[in-house]
């Protein structure tokens, strides 16, 4: 992922910092339609709409990173084994790979449950 949304890649401990920034000034002060749809559920989409945006914060430790985004509804987090793009990914559980593809008008994120079931979420400002 490089600093501006409208790129794509992998969320990681290095770029996990501009990530948070990037999500803050797009959510910051607008309202917000939240869409998650997992394989646990056959993809069925579950729609927030008309959500605000709290905070977002992140974390790095040596094991690797994550962010926790709190809105009026709840949180949601997302957690990365990556240290940066080009860290091997054997060896390492599938749902510590966190993939984004955003710009001005949305966000993407497609990741993997501790059970190993894919969860794509879309975050679009109202």
Known sequence: ????????????????????????????GKKFTFVSAGEIYNFR?????HQEFKNISHWVEPFGAGF???????V?????SMKDCNSPKIN?????????HGSDQHLKIS????DG???HWVIVPE
């Not at 926790?68 to 709840?74: I, K, L, T, W």
């Not at 390492?92 to 984004?100: D, K, L, R, S």
């Not at 990741?111 to 501790?114: A, K, P």
Request: hydrophobic share 40%; glycine share 8%; charged share 25%.
């Open 1 to 28: 992922m490089k600093k501006r949304l409208g790129q794509f890649g992998y969320i990681t401990a290095e770029n996990i910092g501009d990530f948070c920034e990037e999500v803050k000034k797009m959510l910051e």
């Open 45 to 49: 989409p579950d729609v927030k709409i």
């Open 68 to 74: 926790r985004v709190n809105d009026s509804y709840g």
């Open 76 to 80: 949601w987090s997302c957690s990365t």
């Open 92 to 100: 390492q559980p599938v749902f510590y790979f966190g993939y984004i």
């Open 111 to 114: 990741h993997w449950t501790i």
């Open 117 to 119: 079931l894919l969860v």
